[in-house]
């Protein structure tokens, strides 16, 4: 800041001394004005060189050569810059405006580096406490893995897991995930068989109904499943034997005499279920 107060202090020194300089050119103009019109009494109109009268006294060479000078003299301390500046001042003011420009870009780059080291710090400590910054750390809590599928569990953790997630949510996902790689990566070489697959169920139902409230849950399932599939076939069953009927008094009983033979019949046919079942694949 005290740089720039110089230099501001420089320029409006420089623009005191140039309105000095007009002041006291047009001063100088005042008195030439004054010594010409003591010189032409009476008529004061200047002729020409071409027309010359004797009411003109001073030459008309000698006036152009003082307007010229007066004029030489107020150009050469009139600014050559646009506005109050001078050219020298212009260019002075700009290189500040560059210089400033140029330190405010450097503290913004400078405050922008700080701030993201700070996250980047803060994101390190938050990962560390996870126990994902390092694979030496997820090592510490996953040893049951192989160094391959720590690697990756680590390369999911920090792009999945939020870096706010609690320890045990962020272990309890990447185990999730270590368990389905280790499955690919340690894929049996023989293929699995019924009795693999019955142990592996038998054990996931132990598991489930560990706790009364899961069993009494999966109980409830296997009645209302086992009530269901007896329904069905108690419906079918009824269907069936309504269709025979409807067969019967359709195309065989014609008479009442028919329909009390049909129902002692039908007595003696019910105690024979076979006899239905081959009647429906027939008909």
Same mark, same amino acid.
């Given at each position: 800041? =005290? @740089? *720039?107060?110089? %230099?501001?202090? &420089?320029?409006?020194?420089?623009?005191?001394?140039? #309105?000095?300089?007009? +002041?006291?050119?047009?001063?100088?103009?005042?008195?030439?004005?004054?010594?010409?019109?003591?010189?032409?009494?009476?008529?004061?109109?200047?002729?020409?060189?071409?027309?010359?009268t004797?009411?003109?006294?001073?030459?008309?060479?000698?006036?152009?050569?003082?307007?010229y000078?007066?004029?030489?003299?107020?150009?050469?301390?009139?600014?050559?810059?646009?506005?109050?500046?001078?050219?020298?001042? =212009? @260019? *002075?003011?700009? %290189?500040?405006? &560059?210089?400033?420009?140029?330190?405010?870009?450097? #503290?913004?780059?400078? +405050?922008?580096?700080?701030?993201?080291?700070?996250?980047?710090?803060?994101?390190?400590k938050?990962?560390?406490?996870?126990?994902?910054?390092?694979?030496?750390?997820?090592?510490?809590?996953?040893?049951?893995?192989?160094?391959?599928?720590?690697?990756?569990?680590?390369?999911?953790?920090?792009?999945?897991?939020?870096?706010?997630?609690?320890?045990?949510?962020?272990?309890?996902?990447?185990?999730?995930? =270590?368990?389905?790689?280790?499955?690919?990566?340690?894929?049996?070489?023989?293929?699995?068989?019924? #009795?693999?697959?019955?142990?592996?169920?038998?054990?996931?139902?132990?598991?489930?109904?560990?706790?009364?409230?899961?069993?009494?849950?999966?109980?409830l399932?296997?009645?209302?499943?086992?009530?269901?599939g007896?329904?069905?076939?108690?419906?079918?069953?009824?269907?069936?034997?309504?269709?025979?009927?409807?067969?019967?008094?359709?195309?065989v009983?014609?008479?009442?005499?028919?329909?009390d033979?049909?129902?002692?019949?039908?007595s003696?046919?019910?105690?024979?279920?076979?006899?239905?079942?081959?009647?429906?694949?027939?008909?």
């Amino acid at each position: 800041m =005290g @740089k *720039k107060s110089e %230099q501001f202090e &420089e320029i409006l020194d420089e623009l005191h001394e140039n #309105k000095k300089a007009c +002041e006291s050119l047009k001063s100088e103009l005042n008195t030439f004005k004054e010594e010409v019109l003591k010189v032409l009494p009476g008529d004061t109109s200047v002729s020409s060189p071409q027309q010359e009268t004797s009411h003109v006294k001073v030459e008309y060479g000698d006036l152009k050569d003082a307007v010229y000078d007066g004029m030489a003299n107020y150009y050469a301390a009139f600014p050559t810059a646009a506005g109050d500046l001078t050219e020298n001042e =212009g @260019k *002075k003011l700009a %290189q500040i405006c &560059e210089r400033e420009y140029n330190n405010s870009f450097v #503290k913004l780059f400078k +405050e922008r580096e700080e701030t993201d080291k700070t996250q980047e710090e803060e994101l390190h400590k938050k990962r560390k406490i996870q126990g994902i910054d390092t694979i030496e750390q997820v090592a510490e809590w996953a040893p049951e893995y192989s160094p391959e599928v720590q690697r990756v569990m680590r390369f999911i953790g920090l792009n999945i897991i939020d870096a706010d997630e609690p320890v045990e949510t962020a272990h309890t996902i990447m185990k999730i995930w =270590g368990n389905a790689v280790s499955r690919v990566t340690n894929a049996p070489d023989t293929p699995p068989t019924l #009795k693999a697959w019955s142990r592996y169920r038998w054990s996931k139902a132990k598991a489930y109904t560990h706790k009364k409230q899961k069993l009494a849950y999966y109980a409830l399932y296997l009645l209302v499943t086992f009530a269901i599939g007896s329904l069905a076939l108690y419906q079918h069953k009824v269907m069936r034997m309504d269709e025979t009927n409807h067969v019967w008094y359709k195309t065989v009983i014609q008479t009442r005499e028919d329909a009390d033979k049909w129902n002692e019949l039908d007595s003696i046919l019910h105690k024979d279920s076979s006899f239905y079942n081959r009647l429906y694949d027939i008909h």
